[in-house]
């Protein structure tokens, strides 16, 4: 456990860890990739094995949202972290199949792990120091038209209630929006629910997919303040599929026989 009252750092240790923060980040997030290899073997098995094996019903809403080109965010909620394998295996379903980018925390980006997450599309960010070599490459995708998926609440919540969105999603999309005319980039929000806390076999799962946000809705006037509206949207977009899903799953997973 940490000390409830922890040394106070030296102004040269701030310094000293910011600096080393900012190293970091821009050494390890300008680039991502999808290995042509790996990529289709772990969507293969990922769709048609793990997933339908491990879980019990699955449920996707809402799919004739997420547009088969142009330059998306999906933005979900984070329940778990079987999130990350539910939201390609929703994109696949609505036809959305190819360059899914994922914008994930540095720590996941270690060992074996790290060394699948690299390879199937992922770059790290780090929360709380942000580089902006993370956000250039954000940009860069959607320009180039790729999927990019951010977790906008920043971690795993549990408790089915939506928290505080990180400002980061909306910047990095006004960004894009504001580099080239008529770019189109959309948010689509997501809401994932899980009929336990922690999913474990059998586990039923819905899946909301709600209407996008057209970013360039919001690009004008200052950024801050666009940033700020365009969070605060999605916030209450996320919050409605989330109490609606609840709704949704309460009914469904009561008719449901026990495995």
Not at 55 to 81: C, D, K, M, V
Not at 208 to 221: E, F, L, P, Q, R
Request: proline fraction near 7%; charged fraction near 15%.
């Amino acid at each position: 456990m940490m000390d409830i009252y922890p040394a106070t750092p030296t102004s040269e240790q701030k310094l000293a860890n910011t600096r080393a923060h900012t190293q970091v980040a821009n050494t390890t997030a300008k680039t991502s990739r999808v290995s042509s290899w790996l990529a289709p073997v772990a969507y293969l098995l990922g769709r048609y094995f793990l997933i339908p094996s491990f879980f019990g019903h699955i449920q996707i809403l809402g799919q004739e949202n997420i547009p088969e080109s142009g330059p998306i965010i999906l933005a979900p909620t984070h329940r778990a972290r079987w999130d990350a394998l539910l939201v390609p295996y929703a994109a696949i379903a609505c036809n959305r199949k190819k360059d899914l980018r994922f914008m994930v925390t540095s720590s996941e980006c270690k060992g074996l792990q790290g060394w699948f997450v690299r390879r199937l599309g992922g770059f790290p960010v780090d929360p709380k120091h942000p580089s902006i070599t993370t956000l250039r490459h954000g940009v860069d995708l959607l320009q180039q038209r790729k999927t990019l998926v951010i977790f906008p609440e920043g971690g795993i919540y549990r408790d089915g209630e939506v928290h505080p969105l990180k400002p980061g999603i909306a910047r990095l999309a006004l960004s894009a929006e504001s580099s080239q005319p008529d770019l189109g980039v959309k948010i689509i929000p997501i809401s994932i629910n899980y009929s336990q806390s922690y999913p474990n076999w059998g586990t039923d799962v819905i899946i909301h997919i709600g209407s996008s946000i057209k970013v360039a809705d919001y690009n004008h006037g200052s950024l801050k303040q666009n940033a700020k509206c365009l969070t605060s949207d999605l916030a209450k977009v996320l919050q409605q599929l989330s109490h609606a899903e609840t709704e949704i799953a309460n009914h469904t997973f009561a008719q449901m026989p026990n495995s």
